[in-house]
């Protein structure tokens, strides 16, 4: 008999640093390139197709009672893997519903704060692609900021808090994940925000997001202030609310800063990513809680879930912040960077509007991990 | 390529390509060509590193109308 373990229910484990053993029988150029982390996860990597003639290969590594997840591309070999290690004797081997598809779909709320005008500021952590998503809930209305493509969960949440998703917003055109955030807008009837900048040729509708054009989230005041933050892409709007939280989109990361390269244009926007994180982030209070759109490692999880920190903070201990001279700076984020994201030009393409994949492609394209960051 | 056996795979799903090529491969002698058709897409990267694997040498894989097709030396 085999028992199962949810995605939501891994999640928790990762948040919560419960000591996990997982066994990914993924091939292993697959599981090389992305698997599930986290500080209490423990990972291991033996192929399904080695497992066939008997589980020796693992069986050697393993105690036949001690508790082990396994993990799959989609859910069906690691059922299969977990059967015959039932059969082998091993007692507690669970496999993971939906394997690594349903994990990179997963988004787990995490309650950030209460807002001074009443309401709430939410962090959606995709912790299998460290996309972040923001909802802001107040009196009846919300907004959500980044939204991936399921939108459903966003919708869900809104119904359980008795809200209407009212605005929904895009920092920036993403490259590394298909954005939710038009569809999500369709289907509540709420209003779509891109800023303009990013928005040429695009085949859509949508309210420009500009800077100094407040958004107002519910009857107290919620006060999105956009600001106009370019150098991951041209049109990069930051947006600070409640006077405390800074959503930097990709310019600022936690450990990292935005790569200026995904629209192809590293040496023109270096300048402004320059200009942005060395003089415009730098004018503002040191005590905004910076909230970016995305994280690069697991050890970016604070205690309670979140992603988030200070932005003096970050001033100090941020590699990407530390580059006083502009020449090394621009070496930096025009030179050694990462491979870029998983078909980021057809995502690209699909977020404006001119490309239309089935959700199974939608679902392929954004496989892997992401690569928004440039590391100092 | 001249095949000692055709497998046909199509409209299975991840792990069941590869079960039933492993199964196929040991009915063939060493130095045969076994032909897989399959649907799957998670079976192109499966396959590939399967027969390496197992020695096995991927002798050429190919797409046709959605299916893809594999073939395989036996070690």
């Known amino acids: 008999m085999s028992q199962s373990i949810t995605t939501g229910q891994l999640a928790r484990r990762v948040v919560n640093r419960e000591k996990t053993l997982i066994l990914d029988v993924r091939n292993t150029d697959e599981f090389d390139d992305w698997k599930i982390e986290g500080d209490s ?27 082990i997840i396994v993990v799959c591309a989609k859910g069906n ?52 692609k460290g996309c972040l998503s923001y909802m802001i809930v ?8 980044d939204a991936n493509r399921m939108t459903d969960i966003y919708e869900k949440f809104a119904e359980e808090k008795g809200v209407t998703v009212k605005h929904s917003i895009d920092t920036h055109l993403h490259a590394d994940h298909i954005s939710g955030g038009r569809q999500l807008a369709d289907n509540t009837g709420g209003t779509y925000h891109l800023p303009s ?43 600070i609310i409640d006077d405390q939280y800074l959503l930097t989109g990709d310019i600022l ?9 995904l629209a192809g244009k590293a040496e023109d926007w270096v300048g402004d990513l320059r200009d942005t994180l060395y003089n415009r982030y ?17 050890e970016e999880l604070t205690d309670d879930g979140s992603v988030k920190a200070r932005l003096g903070d970050l001033y100090q201990r941020n590699s990407g912040l530390q580059v006083d001279d502009e020449n090394e700076f621009r070496k930096m984020v025009t030179e050694n960077l990462p491979p870029q994201p998983n078909e980021y030009e057809n995502i690209r393409q699909t977020n404006m509007g001119k490309m239309n994949p089935e959700d199974e492609k939608q679902r392929e394209m954004e496989i892997g991990p992401n690569r928004c960051a440039v590391h100092g | 390529m001249e095949a000692a056996k055709v497998l046909d795979a199509k409209g299975m799903a991840c792990p069941m390509p590869v079960v039933k090529t492993k199964k196929a491969i040991d009915e063939i002698e060493s130095g045969d060509i076994l032909e897989v ?10 396959l590939a590193a399967w027969a390496k694997s197992g020695g096995h040498e991927l002798m050429e894989e190919a797409e046709e109308d959605d299916v893809l097709k594999f073939w395989i030396k036996k070690a």
């Open chain 1, 41 to 67: 996860i423990e990972v291991m990597n033996e192929p399904y197709f080695n497992l066939l003639d008997g589980v020796g290969p693992v069986a050697e590594k393993l105690n036949k009672d001690q508790e």
């Open chain 1, 77 to 128: 070999s690691s059922k299969m893997v977990a059967e015959l290690m039932g059969e082998e004797g091993f007692t507690n081997v669970y496999d993971l519903e939906g394997g690594m598809k349903a994990w990179s779909e997963h988004l787990e709320p995490v309650k950030l704060a209460d807002l001074d005008g009443g309401g709430s500021l939410y962090q959606f952590v995709r912790l299998g």
């Open chain 1, 138 to 145: 107040s009196e009846n209305e919300a907004s959500v900021i």
């Open chain 1, 197 to 239: 900048k990013d928005a040429e040729g695009v085949t859509f509708n949508y309210a420009p997001l500009e800077e100094g054009s407040n958004i107002t989230v519910g009857s107290t005041t919620v006060k999105v202030q956009p600001i106009y933050s370019p150098g991951h892409t041209m049109g990069s709007t930051s947006l």
């Open chain 1, 253 to 261: 990361f936690v450990k990292s800063i935005g790569r200026p390269d």
């Open chain 1, 282 to 298: 730098k004018k503002l209070s040191d005590d905004l809680v910076v909230l970016p759109a995305h994280y690069s490692f697991v």
């Open chain 2, 37 to 46: 058709h399959a649907t799957d897409k998670g079976a192109k990267s499966d």
